[in-house]
């Protein structure tokens, strides 16, 4: 009796092997839901936006250069001066006229506030009254032009004085020392070192995916190390002979060290998918009847169409089929048939 139970446990033992034995091994893993970003780089130049070509506001013999082709310069800083003897002369003139009219035209008042008195006591008529304030109002316009002309004198002083309107360096110099100058000859160009424009271009492809506000980063060799997130000022398609591509703006300041000319790197965000739905490369699997995943239900493995999308560091993005959450099997996936009994082993 005893022997024949033990016959019997072991026929069971062996059974429950053998159904073992049937059943896949598989690691599972879960469908995950997560945003993707997806991010397209390219590499252009850095170039400034601001180059400010400098032109003489009065004319004149330059009597000083102050800086050479370059030279950083700060804004504010002398870059060369006007010879302005002449400027000092017209200064001194205006401010001479200026005291001769002012007493004139005290001592004119004076006389005009005399017939007024004179008139209201109809000692005197009133055509030598209107005389009177007649020579006032003329002396009073007089002395208005003469002020005008020393704040011209005074202004052509100063802008004898030739500063840079902003931070920058010294690209190009177009006269030297003793050069006679007019209003408007250029003298030098600056290259503002601050305000920088970074163009990237794109091939047209890209096109309709590219728009302003789309979040970029950017990194230049001219300064390794460093990174600056912007985002797209501009986008302008750009169509040539040889070539049709887009072009991204992007406007930028200076994180110090970076300088027009040098190469920039630029990777733009051209897309974003919250929520995505995302699993393992190894949980899809191709059959003759299209794309599909096994779900993992009480040990056994349930066929479920899906469809894809991007592929992203070894994960694919499930457009349709799955959601969120479910199990499915990893490893050993391409070995299963729908309701194939599947042996779950810890990954």
Do not use: C
């Not at 993707?36 to 780089?41: P, Y």
């Not at 011209?152 to 177009?174: C, F, N």
């Not at 985002?231 to 992007?250: E, H, K, L, N």
């Amino acid at each position: 009796m005893v022997m024949t139970t033990l016959a019997w446990g072991s026929e069971q033992q062996s059974g429950a092997q053998e159904a073992n034995s049937r059943r896949t091994p598989v690691t599972a893993t879960t469908a995950i839901s997560r945003d993707i970003e997806v991010w397209e780089s390219s590499v252009g130049q850095l170039e400034t936006r601001v180059e400010p070509l400098i032109a003489a506001e009065v004319e004149g013999q330059l009597g000083s250069m102050n800086v050479e082709v370059g030279e950083l310069i700060k804004q504010g800083q002398l870059l060369a001066e006007i010879i302005a003897d002449d400027f000092h002369l017209s200064e001194a003139m205006a401010e001479a006229d200026i005291d001769r009219l002012e007493a004139l035209l005290h001592a004119q008042h004076l006389k005009t506030e005399r017939y007024r008195a004179l008139v209201r006591k109809e000692l005197t008529n009133q055509s030598t009254l209107d005389d009177a304030e007649a020579q006032e109002a003329a002396l009073q316009a007089e002395l208005a032009s003469f002020r005008v002309r020393l704040q011209q004198a005074q202004r052509d002083i100063k802008k004898a004085r030739i500063t840079s309107p902003v931070d920058g360096r010294i690209d190009e110099i177009r006269v030297s020392q003793g050069s006679y100058v007019t209003v408007g000859s250029p003298l030098m160009r600056i290259t503002n070192l601050q305000r920088l424009r970074a163009r990237l271009p794109y091939p047209e492809t890209l096109l309709p995916q590219l728009r302003s506000g789309l979040p970029v980063r950017l990194t230049s060799p001219s300064a390794p190390g460093v990174t600056v997130q912007s985002s797209v000022s501009d986008v302008r398609p750009s169509v040539t002979i040889g070539s049709r591509a887009a072009q991204i703006i992007i406007n930028v300041e200076n994180p110090g060290p970076w300088k027009p000319g040098a190469t920039v790197t630029g990777t733009v965000r051209v897309a974003l998918h919250e929520d995505a739905i995302m699993l393992p490369e190894v949980s899809v699997v191709l059959r003759p009847a299209g794309t599909i995943v096994y779900v993992l239900k009480e040990g056994i493995a349930v066929q479920r169409m899906i469809t894809t999308g991007l592929r992203q560091n070894g994960y694919v993005e499930i457009l349709s089929g799955l959601e969120a959450g479910e199990q499915v099997a990893a490893d050993g996936a391409a070995f299963l048939t729908d309701g194939a009994p599947v042996d779950v082993k810890d990954s």
